[in-house]
């Protein structure tokens, strides 16, 4: 039996708050920073590099640049490879968190069981909202405000 009203609010609001943190606290650990920035800056000079490949006019600086480009192809796939899997390791915690939310915590909120109001509409008491909503408002908000407060960017 799922818990009144106010109780499973601010329970949800903790398990957002715990997981949000979590979930910061694993991609502190599992991103290394400076090598993600490093590789986004190599991946950028790759791309300059193949821009003016293709934007040169003439047709020996064309050729010059292409030749360029191609000696450097397979440490540019590297590059991009190792790039993808950085990024992706915060893709999977965010995942994993996912599913922890979705088998752990769903049987004791309960599906569809308002936990929640959102002041919106002319209705009263407003919007109701079930535990998967609200836990996803609450963790869109903690995420955004504990990386603000803390300085992290998973896009720099």
Sequence with gaps: MP???????????????????????????????KKLARLRQEFKEYEKLFKKALRAKDEKARLKAERRFKKRLAHFEKIRSELMWEQSKAFISMVVSLFIILFVLIPYFGQRTTIAYLPIGLQRPGVSLSFVFWYMICGLAFGTLIQRA???????
């Design 3 to 33: 818990w009144p009203i106010p109780t499973s609010t601010y329970l949800a609001v903790l398990a957002a708050l715990g997981m949000t943190v979590l979930n910061i606290a694993l991609n502190s650990l599992l991103i290394d920073k």
């Design 150 to 156: 803390f300085g992290i960017s998973l896009t720099e």
